[in-house]
């Protein structure tokens, strides 16, 4: 059975990926955001009128690649010809070339939702060209959010904190329980609250 510890990803964070599917005959990938609760299944939240949904309803297969860089995920949407692909291993799916990983699975439940599916899937194939680091907004949102702190005499302290704290949403849901959210909340804590709430006390 797959493994995707050898993969260095965490439980429960989101990586941003290519899932990749045949649509109208020809491939078709693009970034959806993976995360494994058990690291040999994945899941993810697909919105219901995307082509992605609708290609891995018909075939109940995909594959899903880790991308070396935010340069795949940007040609995956804006410059979708520049991608080349061939047929995945085990799975009836397009795999696009050049990926540092690539898993084939295979649905085992779908959720749907108002506007998106939950759709969880089984890791049937694995197979990586060595190490590398899964992409991850995490780290950079703490970068933004340093850069930020930096700026702290010159920017209004309510801005500052409502923008740190956007920093710290996100970096929660993609990195639970990471270094990087206790990195975050260090530079949200001497902050004062809002005006709001300070008058309220
Ligand atoms: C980094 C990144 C992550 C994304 N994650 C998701 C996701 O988890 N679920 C989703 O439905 N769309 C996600 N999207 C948006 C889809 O890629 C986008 O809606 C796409 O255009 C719709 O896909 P389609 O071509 O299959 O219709 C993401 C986009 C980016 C840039």
């Not at 964070?13 to 690291?39: K, M, N, Q």
């Not at 594959?63 to 410059?79: C, D, K, S, Y």
């Not at 850069?147 to 209004?156: E, F, I, K």
Request: net charge neutral; aromatic share 6%.
């Amino acid at each position: 059975m797959a493994d995707l510890r050898s993969l260095g990803i965490e439980r429960g964070w989101i990586y941003e990926t290519l899932v990749s599917t045949y649509r109208a005959g020809g491939p078709h990938a693009t970034p959806i955001g993976v995360w494994s609760p058990d690291f040999s299944t994945v899941e993810m939240e697909i919105y219901n009128d995307s082509k992605t949904l609708d290609g891995i309803m018909a075939a109940k297969e995909f594959t899903i690649g880790f991308p070396r860089g935010v340069e795949e995920i940007h040609a995956a949407l804006l410059h979708p010809d520049s991608l080349k692909f061939t047929p995945a291993r085990s799975v009836d799916a397009p795999e696009p070339a050049g990926l540092c990983a690539v898993l084939e699975v295979r649905v085992v439940a779908t959720t749907p939702g108002p506007r998106r599916t939950l759709v969880a899937a089984a890791v049937v194939d694995l197979r990586t060209d060595g190490p590398f680091r899964p992409l991850n907004r995490a780290a950079p949102l703490l970068l933004e959010a340093l850069v930020l702190h930096t700026r702290a005499a010159v920017v209004d302290r309510e801005t500052l904190r409502r923008q740190l704290l956007e920093y710290a949403r996100v970096i929660t849901k993609v990195a639970p329980g990471s270094r990087y959210e206790a990195a975050v909340r260090e530079l949200i804590e001497p902050l004062p609250p809002p005006r709001d709430s300070a008058s309220r006390d």
